[in-house]
Protein backbone atom coordinates (compact mmCIF):
# COMPACT_ATOMS: atom_id res chain seq x y z
CA UNK A 1 0.00 0.00 0.00
CA UNK A 2 1.38 3.45 -1.36
CA UNK A 3 0.13 6.80 0.62
CA UNK A 4 1.45 9.87 1.56
CA UNK A 5 2.59 11.35 4.36
CA UNK A 6 1.54 15.20 6.23
CA UNK A 7 5.18 16.43 4.91
CA UNK A 8 4.30 15.23 1.02
CA UNK A 9 6.46 12.03 1.81
CA UNK A 10 5.94 8.20 -0.08
CA UNK A 11 5.12 6.08 2.96
CA UNK A 12 4.66 2.32 2.05
CA UNK A 13 4.22 -1.19 3.45
CA UNK A 14 5.74 -3.55 1.33
CA UNK A 15 7.94 -6.58 2.95
CA UNK A 16 9.48 -3.20 4.69
CA UNK A 17 8.31 -0.11 6.18
CA UNK A 18 8.64 2.56 3.71
CA UNK A 19 9.47 6.54 3.93
CA UNK A 20 10.99 8.06 1.34
CA UNK A 21 12.80 11.44 1.15
CA UNK A 22 10.57 14.70 0.68
CA UNK A 23 12.76 15.43 -2.44
CA UNK A 24 12.14 11.53 -3.70
CA UNK A 25 8.86 11.35 -3.15
CA UNK A 26 8.12 15.36 -4.84
CA UNK A 27 10.48 13.79 -8.27
CA UNK A 28 8.10 11.22 -8.40
CA UNK A 29 4.75 13.61 -7.80
CA UNK A 30 6.13 15.89 -10.28
CA UNK A 31 6.81 13.69 -12.73
CA UNK A 32 4.87 13.90 -16.11
CA UNK A 33 6.47 12.80 -19.68
CA UNK A 34 6.64 14.62 -22.31
CA UNK A 35 3.67 14.19 -24.67
CA UNK A 36 5.88 12.26 -27.17
CA UNK A 37 6.46 9.95 -24.82
CA UNK A 38 3.11 8.99 -23.30
CA UNK A 39 -0.30 11.47 -24.45
CA UNK A 40 -1.78 13.55 -21.38
CA UNK A 41 -4.99 11.17 -21.37
CA UNK A 42 -3.22 8.27 -21.44
CA UNK A 43 -0.70 9.14 -18.08
CA UNK A 44 -4.11 10.44 -16.22
CA UNK A 45 -5.31 6.79 -16.21
CA UNK A 46 -1.50 5.47 -15.82
CA UNK A 47 -0.10 7.52 -13.63
CA UNK A 48 -1.02 5.94 -10.31
CA UNK A 49 0.62 2.46 -11.29
CA UNK A 50 3.95 4.52 -12.73
CA UNK A 51 3.89 6.00 -9.30
CA UNK A 52 3.88 2.93 -7.26
CA UNK A 53 6.12 1.07 -9.30
CA UNK A 54 8.86 4.22 -9.01
CA UNK A 55 8.12 4.01 -5.01
CA UNK A 56 9.33 0.35 -5.18
CA UNK A 57 12.50 1.26 -6.77
CA UNK A 58 13.68 3.96 -5.21
CA UNK A 59 12.69 1.49 -2.21
CA UNK A 60 15.24 -0.65 -3.51
CA UNK A 61 17.64 1.06 -5.61
CA UNK A 62 18.10 4.75 -4.54
CA UNK A 63 16.50 7.87 -5.90
CA UNK A 64 18.12 7.37 -9.78
CA UNK A 65 14.43 6.50 -10.74
CA UNK A 66 13.73 5.21 -14.09
CA UNK A 67 10.42 7.00 -14.10
CA UNK A 68 10.12 7.41 -18.33
CA UNK A 69 11.20 4.32 -19.24
CA UNK A 70 8.16 2.71 -16.30
CA UNK A 71 6.07 5.47 -18.37
CA UNK A 72 6.66 4.10 -21.68
CA UNK A 73 5.81 0.16 -20.40
CA UNK A 74 2.86 0.87 -18.41
CA UNK A 75 1.51 3.16 -21.64
CA UNK A 76 2.50 -0.10 -23.59
CA UNK A 77 1.06 -2.55 -21.27
CA UNK A 78 -2.21 -0.60 -21.70
CA UNK A 79 -2.05 -0.26 -25.83
CA UNK A 80 -1.40 -4.20 -25.64
CA UNK A 81 -4.30 -4.80 -23.61
CA UNK A 82 -2.32 -6.04 -20.35
CA UNK A 83 -3.79 -5.98 -16.98
CA UNK A 84 -2.67 -3.06 -15.41
CA UNK A 85 -1.19 -4.15 -12.07
CA UNK A 86 2.43 -3.98 -11.00
CA UNK A 87 2.99 -7.86 -10.96
CA UNK A 88 2.14 -8.25 -14.44
CA UNK A 89 3.53 -5.09 -15.86
CA UNK A 90 6.79 -6.10 -13.69
CA UNK A 91 6.93 -9.50 -15.24
CA UNK A 92 10.16 -10.23 -16.71
CA UNK A 93 8.48 -11.91 -19.75
CA UNK A 94 6.32 -8.64 -20.06
CA UNK A 95 9.69 -5.87 -19.85
CA UNK A 96 11.18 -8.49 -22.34
CA UNK A 97 8.49 -8.29 -24.58
CA UNK A 98 8.27 -4.59 -24.40
CA UNK A 99 11.99 -3.86 -25.12
CA UNK A 100 11.82 -6.97 -28.19
CA UNK A 101 8.29 -5.59 -29.28
CA UNK A 102 7.73 -1.95 -28.03
CA UNK A 103 10.58 0.12 -28.34
CA UNK A 104 11.78 -0.80 -31.86
CA UNK A 105 12.02 3.14 -32.32
CA UNK A 106 14.64 3.56 -29.60
CA UNK A 107 18.54 3.52 -30.03
CA UNK A 108 19.95 0.42 -29.07
CA UNK A 109 21.97 2.06 -25.83
CA UNK A 110 18.61 3.75 -25.03
CA UNK A 111 16.90 0.54 -25.28
CA UNK A 112 19.58 -1.47 -23.03
CA UNK A 113 19.66 1.07 -20.53
CA UNK A 114 16.06 1.11 -20.32
CA UNK A 115 15.93 -2.91 -20.42
CA UNK A 116 18.51 -2.40 -17.48
CA UNK A 117 16.12 -0.24 -15.70
CA UNK A 118 13.17 -1.95 -15.94
CA UNK A 119 14.74 -4.89 -14.97
CA UNK A 120 15.93 -3.76 -11.69
CA UNK A 121 12.16 -2.41 -11.39
CA UNK A 122 11.28 -5.80 -11.41
CA UNK A 123 13.57 -7.47 -9.14
CA UNK A 124 12.27 -5.04 -6.35
CA UNK A 125 9.27 -5.78 -6.83
CA UNK A 126 9.63 -9.68 -6.90
CA UNK A 127 11.81 -9.69 -3.91
CA UNK A 128 9.55 -7.43 -2.05
CA UNK A 129 6.92 -10.20 -2.57
CA UNK A 130 9.34 -12.88 -1.41
CA UNK A 131 10.61 -10.90 1.25
CA UNK A 132 13.77 -10.20 0.37
CA UNK A 133 16.42 -7.57 0.21
CA UNK A 134 17.95 -6.24 -3.73
CA UNK A 135 21.44 -7.87 -4.07
CA UNK A 136 24.41 -5.76 -3.03
CA UNK A 137 25.51 -4.09 -6.52
CA UNK A 138 29.24 -3.53 -7.47
CA UNK A 139 30.45 -0.74 -8.87
CA UNK A 140 34.11 -0.61 -9.91
CA UNK A 141 35.33 3.58 -10.64
CA UNK A 142 34.81 5.05 -13.36
CA UNK A 143 38.62 6.15 -14.31
CA UNK A 144 40.62 3.20 -12.33
CA UNK A 145 44.22 3.80 -10.88
CA UNK A 146 47.40 3.22 -12.89
CA UNK A 147 48.93 0.61 -11.39
CA UNK A 148 52.13 2.39 -11.00
CA UNK A 149 53.32 5.90 -10.75
CA UNK A 150 55.69 7.67 -13.47
CA UNK A 151 57.88 6.98 -10.85
CA UNK A 152 57.56 3.54 -10.77
CA UNK A 153 57.75 3.40 -14.44
CA UNK A 154 60.92 5.06 -14.95
CA UNK A 155 62.52 3.15 -12.36
CA UNK A 156 61.29 -0.26 -13.98
CA UNK A 157 62.43 1.60 -17.77
CA UNK A 158 65.93 2.43 -16.80
CA UNK A 159 65.83 -1.26 -14.78
CA UNK A 160 65.26 -3.05 -17.99
CA UNK A 161 67.83 -0.97 -19.90
CA UNK A 162 70.75 -1.96 -17.60
CA UNK A 163 69.74 -5.52 -17.43
CA UNK A 164 69.99 -5.19 -21.60
CA UNK A 165 73.15 -4.12 -21.22
CA UNK A 166 74.89 -6.24 -18.65
CA UNK A 167 73.07 -9.49 -20.18
CA UNK A 168 74.75 -8.05 -23.40
CA UNK A 169 78.08 -7.91 -21.87
CA UNK A 170 77.45 -11.35 -20.03
CA UNK A 171 76.74 -13.23 -22.85
CA UNK A 172 79.72 -11.45 -25.31
CA UNK A 173 82.25 -14.12 -26.41
CA UNK A 174 85.85 -13.22 -26.03
Known sequence: MIDTDGDGRFTG???WALRLEADV???ILSYHPTA???SPERWERIAPLVRSLAVVTAAAYGSGLAMTPLARLAAWCEEQAIPLEPMTVLHPDT???FILVGCTGMKSNSRRTA???LHRAS???FLDRLGQQPPVRLRAKAAPTPPYSPEDIAAWVLWSQRAVREYLTDSAVT
Open 13 to 15: HLS
Open 25 to 27: SQR
Open 36 to 38: ATV
Open 95 to 97: VTR
Open 115 to 117: ACQ
Open 123 to 125: EAL
